[in-house]
């Protein structure tokens, strides 16, 4: 086996930089790694060597690339890969990820060698595909977002919401403070209201107020008021919504209510029922918004601190938290909408002929990156070959939803096993995990709105997922239930309709 000398390498390798390197002869076999080519990999130190360059390609990309390899060696020149194509790796376990190439040919000894000079981008994908995102929530969103330093009271940042509603554009807005938009509300006004937050009495504080427009219109909105940081700088964060329908719909009860009193009472008492889902629902938002919206915010005013080609790393941290934090505020408003167009009647479903492997591998490469230490997925057997009629994209949100609690609310170093069985009317789809398993109190509950089993309140969550799951299972004829023990793991199931229109075909046929 054709092994470089440690002079050789001394010269070639150097193990202080970060990127991986190989080098690989003319028969694609691999003579040499460093460490961090190794960790990216997942291979031991030397593990590498003498193995054929296609251990780390992906199989689909194996068949042309000693062609493509060959006509790289006759040319012989260095070229960049990565930035026109995308290029992906695949690590001894079998998980793919994209990465940049380098390749710089070279003989030694009247050999012809390449070294390659590799990058691992995973994160800078998964940045790059959030980053536009998050500026078209915050930026584009219209309900009202207000950052203002907590002591001078003046506007750091308004949203675009904010900027459409009010009449101001953000220069103006810059120069002005809370006051110069709340004409009822003064400066001691304001000190009262966030001193609880100030003094962490509380996390937050809601209240109501009017805002004024450039015109000089006023409306009533509702505040909800959190305490912040950019930096040392305490900073307040305000959600404030539009309330002028509930105030209009208020009033014209309060000048009925004499006429039409059997009415009102109906009327106050599904208001009421509105106003504590509502309430639950916006003090939801409120926790699950606040610790991200800090998080962004931090790491965005961070971010253009770091101006220097040595704080890369630090760069993407910061980078990576921000994408985190996005892709979690894009799933919660993407549940929200979902529970909106359901309960309006207005989700169009699309029926269509597609294989299950197809899905299965869709949903498992999906969660294999919510993995926890030492977690795996068991992959179900007997798959190919099944095909089904089905609307793919919602039966894609219900295996996804049930993937990633197994995997959140399940320990580090279990297994999540997926289990597949066709029947003659169905298939039957079950979700295994190891995990803490469901209070009996709570089971009875765990598919209403909103609800959380005790035992994981703890953890980061809108208790809107499994809701959603059963709403679409339900509309399109299929079914989802689980069973659960407290400390052993639960399993959910996914009861989907076989289309047996071929066979009631033949059955009539032959009867005629």
């Known amino acids: ?40 990999f997942d291979y031991a130190d030397g593990e590498l060597n003498g193995e054929s360059l296609e251990i780390l390609l992906p199989e689909r990309f194996r068949d042309g690339h000693e062609h493509l390899f060959s006509g790289f060696m006759r040319k012989g020149k260095s070229r960049q890969m990565g930035p026109e194509v995308d290029l992906v790796g695949i690590r ?67 949203n675009r919401g904010a900027q459409l509603n009010l009449g101001y554009n953000m220069q103006e807005l810059g120069e002005m403070s809370v006051m110069d938009i709340k004409p009822e509300v003064t400066s001691e006004v304001m000190k009262r209201l966030i001193s609880p937050l100030l003094s962490e009495r509380r996390e937050k504080v809601i209240f109501e107020t009017v805002h004024q427009r450039k015109d000089g219109r006023r409306y009533p909105v509702e505040v909800h008021l959190q305490l912040s940081f950019i930096g040392k700088q ?67 005013s961070l971010l253009s601190k770091y101006t220097e080609t040595g ?54 490469y999906d969660s294999n990156t919510l993995l926890k230490e030492g977690q795996r997925i068991k992959y179900p057997e007997n798959i190919d070959g099944i095909v089904m009629e089905f609307d793919e994209k919602i039966m894609g949100l219900a295996l996804s939803n049930l993937m990633h609690n197994a995997i959140k609310y399940s320990p580090e170093y279990r297994t999540v096993e997926l289990r597949v069985s066709k029947g003659e009317n169905q298939l039957k789809i079950d979700v295994v995990d190891q995990g803490f398993g469901i209070p009996s109190e709570d089971q009875p509950f765990i598919f209403d709105r909103y609800y959380r089993a005790s035992n994981v309140l703890t953890y980061q969550g809108t208790g809107i997922g499994l809701n959603i799951v059963r709403q679409h299972m339900h509309n399109l004829n299929a079914n989802v239930t689980f069973k659960s023990e407290l400390g052993k793991g639960s399993t959910f199931t996914l009861y989907i309709p076989i289309n047996n229109k071929e066979k009631d075909e033949k059955n009539s046929v032959g009867g005629g």
């Not at 390197?21 to 691999?30: C, G, T």
């Not at 595909?129 to 930026?139: G, H, K, L, R, V």
């Not at 009860?253 to 009327?267: F, M, S």
């Not at 990576?320 to 934090?325: E, F, V, Y």
Request: glycine share 2%; proline share 2%.
């Open 1 to 40: 086996m054709e092994r470089f000398e440690d002079s050789n390498v001394l010269g070639i390798l150097s193990e202080a930089i970060s990127e991986g390197i190989l080098i690989v002869n003319e028969q694609q076999r691999i003579t040499a790694s460093n460490t961090a080519a190794n960790k990216m």
């Open 92 to 158: 001894k376990g079998g998980e793919e990820f994209p990465l940049e190439i380098s390749l710089n040919p070279f003989k030694l000894l009247q050999k012809k060698y390449v070294l390659a000079l590799i990058k691992d981008i995973t994160e800078r994908k998964k940045a790059e595909q959030t980053i536009d995102y998050w500026y078209q929530i915050f930026d584009e969103s219209l309900n009202e977002i207000y950052v203002f330093d907590a002591e001078s009271f003046t506007f750091i940042n308004v």
């Open 234 to 300: 305490k900073v307040c964060v305000a959600i404030v919504l539009d309330i002028t329908e509930r105030k209009n719909y208020t009033q014209q009860l309060e000048n009925t209510v004499e006429e039409r009193t059997q009415q009102l009472r109906q009327a106050l008492k599904a208001e009421k029922k509105l106003n504590e889902l509502k309430t639950k629902f916006l003090s939801l938002v409120s926790h699950e918004f606040k610790t991200p919206l800090t998080s962004i915010l931090t790491s965005t």
């Open 311 to 364: 704080h890369q790393e630090r760069r993407n941290k910061h980078i990576a938290t921000i994408k985190s934090k996005v892709k979690y505020l894009d799933n919660i408003l993407t549940d929200f909408l979902s529970i909106e167009r359901l309960d309006l009647g207005k989700v169009k479903y699309n029926m269509t002929t597609f294989p299950l492997s197809r899905l299965i591998n869709e949903v498992v």
